[in-house]
Protein backbone atom coordinates (compact mmCIF):
# COMPACT_ATOMS: atom_id res chain seq x y z
CA UNK A 1 0.00 0.00 0.00
CA UNK A 2 3.18 1.95 0.71
CA UNK A 3 4.37 1.56 -2.65
CA UNK A 4 1.02 2.68 -4.14
CA UNK A 5 0.85 5.63 -2.48
CA UNK A 6 4.60 6.61 -3.46
CA UNK A 7 4.14 5.95 -6.80
CA UNK A 8 0.74 7.52 -7.00
CA UNK A 9 2.81 10.60 -5.41
CA UNK A 10 5.71 10.48 -7.54
CA UNK A 11 2.94 10.50 -11.07
CA UNK A 12 1.38 13.67 -9.66
CA UNK A 13 4.17 15.33 -8.95
CA UNK A 14 5.68 14.49 -12.48
CA UNK A 15 2.15 15.53 -14.11
CA UNK A 16 2.91 18.89 -12.00
CA UNK A 17 6.34 19.55 -13.75
CA UNK A 18 4.64 18.45 -17.01
CA UNK A 19 1.71 21.10 -16.37
CA UNK A 20 4.16 23.96 -15.52
CA UNK A 21 5.51 23.34 -19.08
CA UNK A 22 2.48 23.49 -20.76
CA UNK A 23 2.03 26.97 -19.44
CA UNK A 24 5.73 27.85 -20.17
CA UNK A 25 5.19 26.72 -23.51
CA UNK A 26 2.04 28.75 -24.03
CA UNK A 27 3.62 32.27 -22.84
CA UNK A 28 6.31 31.89 -25.12
CA UNK A 29 3.88 31.08 -27.97
CA UNK A 30 2.39 34.01 -26.69
CA UNK A 31 4.88 36.26 -26.82
CA UNK A 32 6.28 35.09 -30.08
CA UNK A 33 2.51 35.24 -31.79
CA UNK A 34 3.01 39.04 -30.56
CA UNK A 35 6.58 40.24 -31.10
CA UNK A 36 6.42 38.55 -35.18
CA UNK A 37 2.96 39.04 -35.64
CA UNK A 38 1.50 35.41 -36.48
CA UNK A 39 -1.13 33.91 -36.50
CA UNK A 40 -2.75 31.86 -33.67
CA UNK A 41 -2.14 28.56 -35.40
CA UNK A 42 1.08 28.65 -33.95
CA UNK A 43 0.35 28.76 -30.88
CA UNK A 44 -2.21 26.03 -31.45
CA UNK A 45 0.52 23.73 -32.89
CA UNK A 46 2.99 24.54 -30.32
CA UNK A 47 1.38 23.72 -27.56
CA UNK A 48 -0.11 20.02 -29.74
CA UNK A 49 3.64 19.73 -29.85
CA UNK A 50 4.02 20.29 -26.45
CA UNK A 51 1.06 18.09 -25.35
CA UNK A 52 2.55 15.12 -27.72
CA UNK A 53 5.40 15.38 -25.78
CA UNK A 54 4.26 15.44 -22.50
CA UNK A 55 2.35 12.31 -22.72
CA UNK A 56 5.55 10.54 -23.71
CA UNK A 57 7.25 11.61 -21.30
CA UNK A 58 4.70 10.81 -18.54
CA UNK A 59 4.40 7.57 -20.02
CA UNK A 60 8.29 6.85 -19.68
CA UNK A 61 8.82 8.12 -15.97
CA UNK A 62 9.64 5.39 -14.53
CA UNK A 63 11.68 6.63 -11.27
CA UNK A 64 10.95 7.26 -7.84
CA UNK A 65 11.10 10.87 -5.99
CA UNK A 66 11.75 14.07 -7.77
CA UNK A 67 11.50 15.12 -11.21
CA UNK A 68 14.96 16.76 -10.36
CA UNK A 69 16.41 19.85 -11.53
CA UNK A 70 18.12 18.01 -14.65
CA UNK A 71 14.91 16.90 -15.93
CA UNK A 72 13.54 20.25 -15.45
CA UNK A 73 16.14 21.80 -17.56
CA UNK A 74 15.70 19.48 -20.35
CA UNK A 75 11.96 19.84 -20.00
CA UNK A 76 12.60 23.86 -20.71
CA UNK A 77 14.71 22.66 -23.71
CA UNK A 78 11.32 20.79 -24.74
CA UNK A 79 9.57 23.81 -24.20
CA UNK A 80 12.02 25.57 -26.64
CA UNK A 81 11.76 23.08 -29.08
CA UNK A 82 7.65 22.92 -29.38
CA UNK A 83 7.59 26.39 -29.74
CA UNK A 84 10.01 26.29 -32.60
CA UNK A 85 7.89 22.93 -33.74
CA UNK A 86 4.76 25.58 -33.82
CA UNK A 87 5.98 28.17 -36.30
CA UNK A 88 6.54 25.59 -39.16
CA UNK A 89 3.19 25.30 -40.12
CA UNK A 90 3.77 29.14 -40.66
CA UNK A 91 6.51 29.03 -43.72
CA UNK A 92 6.42 32.52 -44.12
CA UNK A 93 7.55 33.37 -40.81
CA UNK A 94 10.06 30.91 -41.11
CA UNK A 95 11.75 32.60 -44.18
CA UNK A 96 11.35 35.84 -42.33
CA UNK A 97 13.10 35.43 -38.95
CA UNK A 98 15.27 32.99 -39.40
CA UNK A 99 17.82 34.57 -36.97
CA UNK A 100 14.97 33.76 -33.88
CA UNK A 101 14.67 30.62 -34.70
CA UNK A 102 18.27 29.99 -35.02
CA UNK A 103 18.61 31.99 -31.74
CA UNK A 104 15.68 29.54 -29.68
CA UNK A 105 17.15 26.67 -31.43
CA UNK A 106 20.81 27.73 -29.98
CA UNK A 107 19.05 28.56 -26.46
CA UNK A 108 18.24 24.82 -26.65
CA UNK A 109 21.64 23.47 -27.79
CA UNK A 110 23.12 25.54 -24.67
CA UNK A 111 20.56 24.06 -21.67
CA UNK A 112 22.13 20.75 -23.59
CA UNK A 113 25.30 20.73 -21.63
CA UNK A 114 23.70 22.47 -18.42
CA UNK A 115 21.36 19.69 -18.41
CA UNK A 116 24.28 17.39 -18.69
CA UNK A 117 26.38 19.09 -16.05
CA UNK A 118 23.59 19.10 -13.19
CA UNK A 119 22.62 15.45 -13.70
CA UNK A 120 26.34 14.57 -13.12
CA UNK A 121 27.15 16.90 -9.75
CA UNK A 122 23.75 17.09 -8.36
CA UNK A 123 20.53 15.08 -9.12
CA UNK A 124 23.00 12.05 -10.56
CA UNK A 125 22.38 10.16 -13.76
CA UNK A 126 19.58 7.73 -14.75
CA UNK A 127 18.39 5.95 -18.09
CA UNK A 128 15.35 7.85 -18.17
CA UNK A 129 17.02 11.26 -18.38
CA UNK A 130 19.67 10.34 -20.48
CA UNK A 131 16.76 9.16 -23.04
CA UNK A 132 14.46 12.09 -22.45
CA UNK A 133 17.60 14.21 -23.29
CA UNK A 134 18.81 12.24 -26.16
CA UNK A 135 14.68 12.66 -27.75
CA UNK A 136 14.80 16.48 -26.98
CA UNK A 137 17.93 16.72 -29.42
CA UNK A 138 16.46 14.16 -31.95
CA UNK A 139 13.72 16.61 -32.21
CA UNK A 140 14.70 19.43 -32.01
CA UNK A 141 17.14 18.68 -34.99
CA UNK A 142 14.17 17.09 -37.53
CA UNK A 143 12.63 20.75 -36.94
CA UNK A 144 15.67 22.58 -37.40
CA UNK A 145 16.07 20.34 -40.60
CA UNK A 146 12.21 21.32 -41.69
CA UNK A 147 13.20 24.87 -40.75
CA UNK A 148 16.09 25.20 -43.26
CA UNK A 149 13.51 23.58 -46.18
CA UNK A 150 11.15 25.98 -45.66
CA UNK A 151 13.14 28.98 -45.27
CA UNK A 152 14.35 27.76 -49.07
CA UNK A 153 18.03 27.13 -47.26
CA UNK A 154 18.89 24.61 -48.75
CA UNK A 155 17.23 21.34 -50.79
CA UNK A 156 15.06 18.44 -49.40
CA UNK A 157 18.50 16.46 -48.64
CA UNK A 158 18.47 17.82 -45.65
CA UNK A 159 16.10 16.34 -44.34
CA UNK A 160 17.99 13.32 -44.11
CA UNK A 161 19.70 15.16 -40.98
CA UNK A 162 16.88 15.20 -39.24
CA UNK A 163 14.74 12.25 -40.25
CA UNK A 164 18.20 9.18 -40.08
CA UNK A 165 17.72 8.85 -36.28
CA UNK A 166 14.16 8.14 -36.73
CA UNK A 167 15.31 5.46 -39.68
CA UNK A 168 17.42 3.94 -37.22
CA UNK A 169 14.86 3.35 -34.68
CA UNK A 170 12.45 2.29 -36.98
CA UNK A 171 14.93 -0.13 -38.14
CA UNK A 172 15.00 -1.48 -35.18
CA UNK A 173 11.90 -2.88 -35.02
CA UNK A 174 12.62 -5.33 -37.40
CA UNK A 175 16.63 -5.90 -36.13
CA UNK A 176 16.57 -5.87 -33.03
CA UNK A 177 20.06 -5.92 -31.96
CA UNK A 178 20.31 -2.54 -33.75
CA UNK A 179 18.37 -1.84 -29.97
CA UNK A 180 21.40 -2.75 -28.53
CA UNK A 181 23.09 -0.45 -25.85
CA UNK A 182 25.74 1.41 -27.36
CA UNK A 183 29.55 2.67 -25.38
CA UNK A 184 29.51 6.14 -24.11
CA UNK A 185 30.83 8.14 -27.64
CA UNK A 186 32.16 11.74 -27.38
CA UNK A 187 32.32 11.53 -31.34
CA UNK A 188 28.34 11.04 -31.33
CA UNK A 189 28.01 13.85 -28.62
CA UNK A 190 29.86 16.32 -30.70
CA UNK A 191 28.43 15.16 -34.10
CA UNK A 192 25.01 15.89 -32.19
CA UNK A 193 25.91 19.21 -31.30
CA UNK A 194 27.18 20.24 -35.11
CA UNK A 195 24.17 18.89 -36.54
CA UNK A 196 22.16 21.34 -34.42
CA UNK A 197 24.71 24.20 -34.17
CA UNK A 198 24.92 24.47 -38.40
CA UNK A 199 21.62 23.66 -39.21
CA UNK A 200 20.87 26.79 -36.84
CA UNK A 201 23.82 28.54 -38.67
CA UNK A 202 21.72 27.48 -41.74
CA UNK A 203 19.14 29.65 -40.80
CA UNK A 204 20.36 32.95 -40.24
CA UNK A 205 19.59 35.42 -43.32
CA UNK A 206 22.65 37.10 -43.83
CA UNK A 207 25.00 33.51 -44.13
CA UNK A 208 25.94 33.20 -47.78
CA UNK A 209 24.03 29.94 -48.67
CA UNK A 210 26.60 28.62 -50.56
CA UNK A 211 28.77 28.37 -47.30
CA UNK A 212 25.49 27.21 -45.31
CA UNK A 213 24.91 24.64 -47.97
CA UNK A 214 28.66 23.28 -47.88
CA UNK A 215 28.77 23.03 -43.79
CA UNK A 216 25.20 21.04 -44.15
CA UNK A 217 26.66 19.17 -46.50
CA UNK A 218 29.87 18.25 -44.30
CA UNK A 219 27.38 17.64 -41.15
CA UNK A 220 25.89 15.07 -43.68
CA UNK A 221 28.47 13.38 -44.13
CA UNK A 222 29.92 13.53 -39.90
CA UNK A 223 26.17 12.27 -39.46
CA UNK A 224 26.41 9.46 -41.35
CA UNK A 225 29.66 8.18 -40.59
CA UNK A 226 28.63 8.12 -37.16
CA UNK A 227 25.40 6.57 -37.38
CA UNK A 228 27.19 3.74 -39.60
CA UNK A 229 30.27 3.44 -37.24
CA UNK A 230 27.44 2.63 -34.59
CA UNK A 231 25.28 0.05 -36.85
CA UNK A 232 28.42 -1.79 -37.44
CA UNK A 233 29.70 -1.96 -33.47
CA UNK A 234 26.02 -3.13 -33.15
CA UNK A 235 26.47 -6.12 -35.66
CA UNK A 236 29.81 -7.08 -34.35
CA UNK A 237 28.18 -7.20 -30.92
CA UNK A 238 25.43 -9.28 -32.00
CA UNK A 239 27.65 -11.63 -34.08
CA UNK A 240 29.96 -12.40 -31.62
CA UNK A 241 26.70 -12.80 -28.68
CA UNK A 242 24.92 -15.38 -31.54
CA UNK A 243 28.13 -17.40 -32.03
Known amino acids: MHRTHSTAGAASRVALELAGGLAAVTLLSLALQAWLTIAPTV ?143 TWRKAVCVVQGVVLAAALVPWLPAGVAQTALALSLAALIHSFGRDTLWLWRHRAAGAA
Not at 66 to 94: H, K, M, Q, S, Y
Not at 122 to 147: C, H, K, P, Q, T
Not at 172 to 184: A, F, K, Q, T, V
Open 43 to 185: LAASVLVYLVMAALIYRAWTPPGEFGWANRITLARAVLVAALGGVLVAPDIVQRHGAVLATLALLVIVLDGLDGWVARTVDGESRFGARFDMEVDALLIMFLAIAVVLAERAGAWVLVIGGIRYAFVAAGWMLPWLRGDLPPS
